[in-house]
């Protein structure tokens, strides 16, 4: 009774430490986007002294001052009009992420059959070398890229994201899904060959459609990759029109001319729809992934 | 005359028509490349010199500004057309000397030129100029000031300190009076605020670190500079400092009344007086900086044209008119951007500006202001003065808070700084 009593408290302890390095910041970026500056750093007032604000929402969706920033005399260099660029970026996050993905799987699907199913000159080679390729630190990557997608004229395109994005997917693609297709019965593939399939045909109708639940995990795993990426994104965007969540996040986060409740409005937004995205399919890319480990 | 004539000058008469009324300019499409400050401002601007300038569009690119140098170094070393962007002092050695700016005598009239020079405040030209040639024209400019809390000194009777020894006594006098901390100071090895505003305070004491052939002097007990690292660790042994990581602290910090001095660029003034934000807003002013020359640092951010564009007829005469238009006369934009957002300027005659002084006086004191901005000096800027300040910093905050002496940190930034001035020499 003792020791149950104990395991549980144990278990609620750790539940409330990982509860409070992953909610904590979102619930304080949610409090200091709704509590005015002069609040939240005067050490005198409780935080809800002054009731709870929009303003820099508000800010956000519509480009109306926060109140406090209207009056007489007020220094407005505080107020970035980066900040106007985030819902527009979340547009395009989600734009560039999905065409990534898509493209990677594509791409990588076909290349996973390959490696796990057919016999070819130079497979364990090239396997290493797509494998351990995420293994050059991104910095030494960015002058070549840079210069690749420049000679393709694609600077300051979603393209040219999307392009990079994808090639950089491609080598946790290949991994995941070649893993699950090596996992598939080998009678699976005799048989099909028995009534007659290319291997074309093989792959487009027997592999891929007992499959799709992993690619389709792993979709989301390439999308999230994108999602996420900041270096390249950054070097390759050029204005608001082709510029991702990541790096106008990192213009505001990084500029301590911002106020803090333009700061913090602006976290808000741009991580509730990735928690919400996160929340409703982690379940499936999980046990996509799973599927592909432990199948067979 | 004949009907065939009359065709021949009918087809001339069109065509010179058609000559003349070709823009000036054949039609150009400068790439402008900045730090994303104020994008929508930006972008407002260049649409006013857009419909001023038919033939020429701006395309604007921006980046996050702990990234800009590095973006930018991409796009030279890439190729990637780069018309005008936005330069720094401290970056503006380096990249002259790489040949990836051109100077302005290269693409504009000299009269020009020569009018607007004028009108700069003497260390924003300095900030400007490598080897004796202009780089760029003002887009932002600013000092580093000494603030104080005018209500604290008034409520004790304390006059505003016009010596380093002033505010030492003062300082001493409101600790004893209850005030634990009287002095916030930046102090952050890591940022370069914190190298400007050692330098501002030697510039106050009429010293610098440097003699006119850019060597060292610092290490000698009777420079400005070692007198003032004194002063500073003497004020810290005191207890009389609050260190605070970062000038976006001390605006905060200064709000709470807790204390009476702050060491600062100009525009933490701005943000401590704004009313609606900060608790004590208006209890804050500028002094000219303690000392016997009264001087101190400015900075300042510009625009610059890149050589390849310099190198391009068309491109250089569209670049030099947006130039112009963003910092030349009559200052419009440089104008705006003080009025609207508060940024300091490095062209002298907005100090008379109507909606300037209007906008600024809210905060702080447009005379004295401008006093301090005349007398500003500008840093020592080389090709390896980032460098050098990255390995003298952290000796800096070391001798602050006693855990170095002064000699020996003053000697061995005085070392390297020579060694390195030898090394580039070479």
Redesign the interface.
Known sequence: MLRTLAGRLGTFAGAMLILLFTGGPVLMSLTGSLV???VL???NKGLLDEGIRFDNYRYIFTGELP???Q????????I???A??VPFALVNSVQISFSAALLALLLATPAAYMYARVAFRGKKLTFMFLILSPLVPTVAL??PI??TI?AMGL??SKLGIIFVHAVKAIPFVVLIISVFFRKLPVELFEAAQLDGCTRMQTFLRIALPVALPSVAATGLFAFMLSYAEFMFS??LS???GSRPIS?VM??LA????V?WGLLNASIFIAIVPTLILVAMVWRFVVEGMLRGAIKG | MKPRMKAWFGALAIAGTALTAQPALADVKLEFVVW??????IQDNIKKFEAENPGITV?????????YQD?LL?RF????QTDVVYGGQDWLPAWAAAGYLAPLEDIAPAETLDALKKDIAGFALSDMTYKGKLYGLPYYADTISFLYNKKILEEKGIPVPTTWDEVMAASEKLKADGMERPIVYEYNQELPNFFDAFVAQTYSRGGDLFDADKKAIFDNPENAAYQQLQWLADAFAKGLVQPET???KII?AM??GKHAFTIVYN?VL??M???????L?GQFALAPMPGSAQSTLGFTKFYAVTAKTAADAERAEAAWKFVNFMAGKPYKVAERWAA????GFGQMPLFQNKDVIDAWQ??VDVPTLEKQVASARAGTWTEWTVIWSAYFRPLLAKAMVGEASVAETMKAGAERWNMMQARFAK
């Open positions: 005015p500056d002069r750093f005067d050490e109140d406090s920033y009056q007489a005399g007020a220094n407005r260099a505080m970035s009009q980066t106007r660029q960015v002058t840079y210069m420049e600077l300051g950054m070097v050029g204005d608001s790096v990192a213009a990084r500029n301590t001319d106020s | 994303n400050y104020s994008i929508d401002t395309n604007l690119t921006d980046y996050t500004w702990p990234d973006s991409l070393r890439g190729g990637t970062h000038e976006s905060p709000n709470t525009y701005a943000a007086n704004t009313p609606g934000e900060q608790a807003a609207e957002k508060g940024l809210k905060w």
